[in-house]
């Protein structure tokens, strides 16, 4: 891969989670007490979810300097994710997958980087 490609790689990897933070961030602040395991109405998935997201969240800002760590931040929350809602037989929030972009991105470039 020459630099060219890897700069393009680092810099769409940058906008997208920077786009994504700035769109989900309310949301998952305006779901009502994101504090996971505090409200009894939320079901144990929907606990789940608001445990791992802030990971995420952290992962798409620390990309920005340390892409392994922010691919990894990314990617490993929201598969681990994904695992427990198959192990409680609930449903799959698919817009979680969206989150891969960035986070691909980033262990792309963080691999690449070192070579």
Do not use: C, H, Q
């Not at 392994?68 to 994904?82: C, E, H, T, V």
């Amino acid at each position: 891969m020459n630099i060219k490609s890897l700069i393009t790689f680092k810099w769409t990897a940058r906008i997208i989670s920077l786009v994504f933070f700035l769109l989900i961030l309310p949301f998952y602040f305006g779901y009502g007490n994101p504090l996971p395991f505090v409200n009894p109405d939320y079901s144990w998935i929907e606990n789940v979810w608001l445990l791992f997201l802030p990971l995420s969240f952290i992962g798409l800002l620390a990309g920005w300097k340390y892409e392994k760590i922010g691919g990894y931040l990314i990617i490993l929350p929201i598969i681990l994710g994904f695992i427990l809602g198959l192990l409680a037989d609930a449903k799959f929030p698919i817009n979680m997958f969206i989150l891969f972009i960035p986070g691909i991105l980033y262990l792309i470039v963080g691999y690449k980087r070192n070579k």
